[in-house]
């Protein structure tokens, strides 16, 4: 079993800039990618970001696609997303997610982390 925990969510301006961060504890060495999904109010849950491990490759949605950075510390087993010049459509629940980087880009994961909300302000 792998445990997941966000933090870094909260309430940033439209053009700011925020990090959030994803520990994972137990038998990380079972995942070897982790990544990021969003789920906003009344829409499906949207693959965001993920990276490799083995390889750091990164990978990213579209509409996050030269505003967020994925970064990970393999020694910390942890993983981040920098939030770049946010709009408010990235309002969102941001889940942390572990698993195969293929399965993660099409948008599974092994284990989920609850979530840590994200609010920017227009």
């Known amino acids: 079993q792998v445990q997941l925990l966000e933090s870094g969510g909260g309430l940033v301006q439209a053009g700011g800039a925020l990090r959030l961060s994803c520990a994972a504890s137990g038998r990380t060495f079972s995942t070897n990618g982790m990544g990021w999904f969003r789920q906003a109010p009344g829409k499906e849950r949207e693959f965001v970001a993920a990276?490799?491990?083995?390889?750091?490759?990164?990978y990213y949605g579209e509409s996050v696609k030269g505003r967020f950075t994925i970064s990970g510390d393999n020694a910390k087993n942890t993983v981040y997303l920098q939030m770049s010049s946010p709009k408010p459509e990235d309002t969102a629940v941001y889940y942390c997610a572990g698993g195969s980087v293929s399965s993660l880009r099409a948008g599974n994961g092994d284990y989920w982390g609850r979530g840590t909300q994200v609010t920017v302000a227009s």
């Open positions: 990276i490799s491990w083995r390889t750091g490759n990164k």
